[in-house]
């Protein structure tokens, strides 16, 4: 008789640290009772269901605090004595996770206050807007802890899939449109990054990135090619995520025709995630290649970053979605910024990862304002004309919304956002980008034109006379103090973001 036992048998079956595992499960758990309980919940009491998933946003940040002690791993490879690879592991809660997981469940947090005005004000349905929003975040919460290439794509999947429909959701032609676009450029990103996975699979035989990184130097010769042009390939599909151009043509209209809170989760969360897919492959993956993408991730935010503000400065006050348009416009201009530490660190040494934390501190900084920027579009409105003589009717809004603006221009008193830029532009010094810097600086000087254009628009007299002082809801007035409260914070203690980030984020 053959003998059907597996040698080692036990080596297949592993415990799970649940508790490392917890920020991305929980957020998915909620989303799994959201969907439920909008099927038994009368319609008058349909509303709680925003509220229950701010309520386990707010959970499943707390469940990051257990895991500051250490580095946890899980779903691990099993060595030849049936012992656990710690070397090969699908998912690990480290320093780099941790903080990203911060950024993203708390723009999440953020983006959910903001969507309870938003689902009732655009009569969205409530059941799906809150399955699909909790789905998406735990997606982006999964992908900073994704250790292999499978598990990334899968996680980059499940942040971008309900994104599409979230879009979409507007019954009108331009959230269909928008959608569409979003979904077709996506999709297309997706096949390429999937074949430049293949790739790499082939050449280096291993999924894990610690395992791929071993093998690059090592490749057969008659391989060297083909691992070259995988890794190209799968990095083009995270730079679409992050909007990076020249794949940033979807984002202007997508955010247009989208929701308000939708455009503001795509500007933080889905870039959040997206940047931590692309920090994790390049930085830990292909850190043998580091010079060569380094290079090229270096012009891509040179671009990146000039495109962006030559748009936004084209922007007219006066069309009928330009705030959106503008902040769409800055979001891709940001992106850049956010890409210099990354391409810094591609020429350092394999433990030299550094330049990574001004990535995630400028991420943080930028996140917080952005989210408020969007909050106040959504209370006044999506054209710049209109927030002409804010100060005026709502005193409280407008002094928040300039302080957004020019914490995005790097003024003062917005300190926060100035001292991110210089984080980043040290960054770029450090590590011989001299050009780069030089290029970021002319950039940064470029966007304050559109950035103080507005904000001064807040403070001119009004057109007419007919504005009113109206109460603000409390979700969105929720939001909006706790964007200008962290923004306020932060600026008058900057170094509490440098706290979070500094160290080695991996490990």
Same mark, same amino acid.
């Given at each position: 008789?053959?003998?059907?036992?597996?040698?080692?048998?036990?080596?297949?079956?592993?415990?799970?640290?649940?508790?490392?595992?917890?920020?991305?499960?929980?957020?998915?758990?909620?989303?799994?009772? &959201?969907?439920?309980?909008?099927?038994?919940?009368?319609?008058?009491?349909?509303?709680?269901?925003?509220? /229950?998933?701010?309520?386990?946003?707010?959970?499943?940040?707390?469940?990051?605090?257990?895991?500051?002690?250490?580095?946890?791993?899980?779903?691990?490879?099993?060595?030849?004595?049936?012992?656990?690879?710690?070397?090969?592991?699908?998912?690990?809660?480290?320093?780099?996770?941790?903080?990203?997981?911060?950024?993203?469940?708390?723009?999440?947090?953020?983006?959910?206050?903001?969507? /309870?005005?938003?689902?009732?004000?655009?009569?969205?349905?409530?059941?799906?807007?809150?399955?699909?929003?909790?789905?998406?975040?735990?997606?982006?919460?999964?992908?900073?802890?994704?250790?292999?290439?499978?598990?990334?794509?899968?996680?980059?999947?499940?942040?971008?899939?309900?994104?599409?429909?979230?879009?979409?959701?507007?019954?009108?032609?331009?959230?269909?449109?928008?959608?569409?676009?979003?979904?077709?450029?996506?999709?297309?990103?997706?096949?390429?990054?999937?074949?430049?996975?293949?790739?790499?699979?082939?050449?280096?035989?291993?999924? =894990?990135?610690?395992?791929?990184?071993?093998?690059?130097? =090592?490749?057969?010769?008659?391989?060297?090619?083909?691992?070259?042009?995988?890794?190209?390939?799968?990095?083009?599909?995270?730079?679409?995520?992050?909007?990076?151009?020249?794949? =940033?043509?979807?984002?202007?209209?997508?955010?247009?025709?989208?929701? &308000?809170?939708?455009?503001?989760?795509?500007?933080? &969360?889905?870039?959040?995630?997206?940047?931590?897919?692309?920090?994790?492959?390049?930085?830990?993956?292909?850190?043998?290649?580091?010079?060569?993408?380094?290079?090229?991730?270096?012009?891509?935010?040179?671009?990146?970053?000039?495109?962006?503000?030559?748009?936004?400065?084209?922007?007219?006050?006066?069309?009928? =979605?330009?705030?959106?348009?503008?902040?769409?416009?800055?979001?891709?201009?940001?992106?850049?910024?956010?890409?210099?530490?990354?391409?810094?660190?591609?020429?350092?040494?394999?433990?030299?990862?550094?330049?990574?934390?001004?990535?995630?501190?400028?991420?943080? /900084?930028?996140?917080?304002?952005?989210?408020?920027?969007?909050?106040?579009?959504?209370?006044?409105?999506?054209?710049?004309?209109?927030?002409?003589?804010?100060?005026?009717?709502?005193?409280?809004?407008?002094?928040?919304?300039?302080?957004?603006?020019?914490?995005?221009?790097?003024?003062?008193?917005?300190? /926060?956002?100035?001292?991110?830029?210089?984080?980043?532009?040290?960054?770029?010094?450090?590590?011989?980008?001299?050009?780069?810097?030089?290029?970021?600086?002319?950039?940064?000087?470029?966007?304050?034109?559109?950035?103080?254009?507005?904000?001064?628009?807040?403070?001119?007299?009004?057109?007419?006379?007919?504005?009113?002082?109206?109460?603000?809801?409390?979700?969105?007035?929720?939001?909006?103090?706790?964007?200008?409260?962290?923004?306020?914070?932060?600026?008058?203690?900057?170094?509490?973001?440098?706290?979070?980030?500094?160290?080695?984020?991996?490990?």
């Amino acid at each position: 008789m053959t003998a059907l036992a597996t040698p080692m048998a036990g080596s297949l079956i592993q415990s799970i640290d649940w508790q490392a595992v917890a920020p991305p499960l929980i957020t998915a758990a909620v989303a799994l009772g &959201v969907l439920v309980a909008e099927l038994f919940l009368p319609v008058r009491h349909k509303p709680l269901l925003g509220w /229950i998933s701010v309520a386990g946003l707010a959970l499943a940040l707390l469940s990051l605090v257990p895991l500051r002690s250490g580095t946890r791993a899980t779903f691990c490879l099993g060595t030849a004595t049936g012992a656990t690879d710690g070397t090969a592991c699908s998912y690990v809660a480290d320093h780099f996770t941790l903080v990203l997981q911060l950024l993203v469940l708390a723009g999440a947090l953020l983006a959910a206050l903001l969507s /309870i005005h938003t689902v009732k004000d655009n009569v969205l349905p409530p059941g799906e807007y809150w399955f699909l929003l909790l789905s998406s975040a735990a997606g982006a919460a999964l992908l900073p802890a994704s250790r292999d290439l499978a598990t990334l794509v899968v996680a980059l999947e499940v942040a971008s899939l309900p994104a599409f429909a979230l879009v979409g959701l507007r019954r009108d032609g331009m959230g269909g449109e928008a959608a569409l676009k979003f979904f077709l450029s996506s999709v297309t990103a997706t096949a390429v990054m999937l074949l430049g996975v293949s790739f790499v699979y082939a050449a280096t035989g291993s999924l =894990h990135l610690t395992r791929i990184a071993a093998a690059l130097p =090592h490749v057969q010769p008659q391989l060297k090619t083909l691992a070259l042009v995988g890794a190209v390939l799968t990095l083009v599909g995270f730079a679409f995520k992050t909007a990076a151009v020249p794949f =940033h043509f979807w984002v202007p209209d997508t955010y247009t025709g989208a929701p &308000v809170a939708v455009a503001a989760y795509l500007s933080v &969360v889905s870039k959040a995630a997206g940047l931590s897919g692309l920090a994790l492959v390049a930085v830990v993956g292909f850190h043998p290649y580091g010079r060569t993408w380094g290079l090229a991730l270096a012009v891509l935010a040179a671009l990146t970053m000039t495109l962006g503000n030559a748009a936004a400065l084209r922007q007219r006050s006066d069309a009928p =979605h330009s705030a959106v348009r503008l902040l769409a416009w800055s979001s891709v201009a940001q992106a850049g910024y956010l890409l210099v530490p990354i391409a810094a660190a591609g020429y350092g040494s394999a433990d030299a990862r550094d330049p990574l934390g001004a990535t995630v501190a400028y991420a943080m /900084i930028y996140g917080v304002v952005n989210l408020g920027a969007f909050a106040v579009v959504a209370l006044v409105s999506r054209r710049i004309d209109d927030y002409r003589g804010l100060f005026a009717a709502r005193p409280a809004a407008a002094i928040a919304m300039a302080f957004f603006l020019l914490s995005l221009a790097g003024l003062p008193p917005g300190v /926060i956002g100035l001292f991110g830029k210089v984080v980043v532009f040290r960054a770029a010094v450090d590590s011989g980008l001299g050009w780069l810097a030089v290029i970021m600086a002319v950039n940064v000087v470029v966007a304050l034109y559109y950035y103080l254009t507005w904000t001064a628009k807040l403070f001119q007299p009004a057109l007419s006379a007919s504005a009113t002082t109206l109460r603000i809801p409390v979700p969105l007035a929720l939001c909006l103090g706790l964007a200008a409260a962290t923004g306020v914070v932060l600026s008058l203690a900057p170094q509490l973001v440098l706290q979070i980030t500094s160290g080695s984020l991996f490990g």
